[in-house]
């Protein structure tokens, strides 16, 4: 079975840093992507950042390229997103999901961030941007 587990959310002050967790279990990363989504009260859901597990390749929104970084350690199955800069936009609940249908985040590009290619979903972490 799938299971996604995020962790490390929390409450930071504008220009903080924190680091987000993905745990995977059911599956191994290398048939995977691996994206995280962040959805704030009254907006839609964002895809923020995939990362593939065939190629090893990345693809980040504009929004965030820069200040966020996703990576993934293999060993222990999990993928993080460092996220640098805070501002009070970043304000969301932060989800990670997996997909077997995307193939390579660089030649997917910001298709590969688009929510509907994603079959198993997190229950997501808070973050909050706030002095």
């Known amino acids: 079975q799938v299971r996604l587990v995020e962790s490390g959310g929390g409450l930071v002050q504008p220009g903080g840093s924190l680091r987000l967790s993905c745990a995977a279990s059911?599956?191994?990363?290398?048939?995977?992507?691996i994206a995280w989504f962040r959805q704030a009260p009254g907006k839609e859901r964002e895809g923020i950042s995939c990362?593939?597990?065939?190629?090893?390749?990345?693809y980040t929104a504009g929004s965030v390229k820069g200040r966020f970084t996703i990576s993934v350690d293999n060993a222990k199955n999990t993928v993080y997103l460092q996220m640098d800069s805070l501002k009070p936009e970043d304000t969301a609940l932060y989800f990670c999901a997996a997909s077997n249908r995307v193939t390579s985040a660089q030649h997917m590009g910001v298709i590969s961030l688009l929510s509907g290619w994603y079959d198993n979903w997190g229950q997501g972490t808070q973050v909050t941007v706030s002095s």
């Open positions: 059911g599956f191994t990363l290398d048939a995977y992507a």
């Open positions: 990362i593939t597990g065939s190629d090893s390749t990345t």
